[in-house]
């Protein structure tokens, strides 16, 4: 599969493992380099810089594939010395920057004369436009169905990856509502070429979690996420459990809440605590609506030659059903 997504990453294939706070570890991001996607380290999910340039070398060890860093830019409770993650990302000489949620404007320079390809994953199309003005070498766009923060506009992918693909001139990926064959050749038929996967990644035997999370993600179905944040203009979506609906409820009561009222419910760390101890109900569970498309917890180089076989397939069939030929045009 050559595309010019696999031209700027160095892959195989196609297929970004994107950033995941707590999940983003070197055991995932190296088996998902491995198998011929790009594994994506999460810098926030190292406490500080130093750890993150560590976590760069353990993932080195084992991969000597291409691996990105993801740096998100959204609110904290505490905000992270951003750069100085970003400083630990080039001097481990990582190939990918993959920056997510706003403007990655003031690091773009930075990155990119340090030799990084920038994937700036966002949320809608102006945003998309404003960041290929800005330099980044592609743009992963994230529709509705995402898992994590969609942003405010309530776009699903079935629209948003082609209003993309019709505007932005750099390569595009797909991402959010993606987690097999099907969505990767839908993706492609729709004008990305690449696609971004996160749920479907945390439900894999890599995954640095608890097995009950993992089963918690195959026996849910789609329509088990629920939406937090709304009121904060920071929507998120995670699965349906006891503290997001605990959050929900306290958001939609009369008169609402603020963020500090929620802050010891949806805590970062607490979050992390759960999918440790592998408690489903003690934390945010941070999932898609993919959840209604994974049924196993394959490894992940189980998983990839699945998609790719598959989605070739979808995309052969499809051609000669309709008498094209293959490679559809963008
Ligand atoms: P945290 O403990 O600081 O925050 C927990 C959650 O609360 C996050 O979703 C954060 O965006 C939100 N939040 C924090 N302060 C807020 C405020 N003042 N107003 C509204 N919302 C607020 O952070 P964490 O869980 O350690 O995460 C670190 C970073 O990673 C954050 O920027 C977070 O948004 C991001 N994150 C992204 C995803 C994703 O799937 N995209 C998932 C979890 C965290």
């Avoid at 629209?159 to 993606?178: D, E, M, Y």
């Avoid at 209604?292 to 180089?301: E, F, K, N, R, V």
């Amino acid at each position: 599969m050559h595309t010019r997504v696999t031209a700027l990453l160095g892959t195989r294939y196609p297929i970004i493992q994107g950033g995941m706070q707590w999940v983003g570890r070197a055991e995932l991001a190296a088996a998902v380099s491995n198998a011929g996607g790009l594994g994506v380290l999460t810098a926030l999910t190292q406490p500080t810089p130093d750890a993150l340039a560590d976590e760069i070398a353990r993932c080195r060890r084992l991969t000597d594939q291409p691996f990105g860093v993801n740096l998100t830019l959204l609110p904290t409770a505490s905000p992270p010395p951003y750069e100085a993650y970003l400083d630990a990302a080039i001097a481990g000489g990582v190939r990918v920057l993959e920056t997510a949620g706003r403007s990655p404007r003031r690091f773009i320079d930075k990155a990119k004369a340090a030799g990084l390809v920038v994937v700036h994953k966002c949320t809608s199309v102006r945003h998309a436009l404003s960041a290929e003005r800005d330099g980044v070498d592609a743009v992963s766009i994230d529709g509705f169905e995402c898992a994590g923060h969609p942003g405010e506009d309530d776009v699903g992918g079935l629209v948003l990856i082609p209003a993309a693909a019709r505007q932005v001139k750099i390569p595009l990926v797909a991402s959010g509502g993606i987690a097999d064959g099907r969505g990767m050749a839908a993706a492609l038929a729709l004008g990305a070429e690449g696609i971004n996967m996160g749920t479907r990644f945390c439900a894999t035997v890599e995954a640095p979690i608890h097995p009950r999370i993992k089963q918690a993600l195959v026996d849910a179905g789609e329509p088990q996420t629920r939406l937090i944040f709304r009121s904060l203009r920071n929507t998120g979506r995670v699965l349906d459990n006891a503290v997001s609906r605990e959050v929900i409820a306290r958001e939609t009561r009369p008169g609402g809440c603020g963020y500090e009222e929620l802050r010891p419910l949806v805590a970062g760390a607490r979050g992390r605590a759960a999918l440790e101890a592998g408690e489903v109900d003690d934390g945010l569970v941070w999932a898609g609506q993919v959840v209604g498309l994974i049924d196993d917890i394959p490894d992940c180089a189980t998983l990839i030659q699945r998609i790719v076989t598959d989605c070739r397939q979808r995309l052969h069939a499809a051609a000669q059903a309709f008498g094209l030929p293959p490679g559809a045009p963008r």
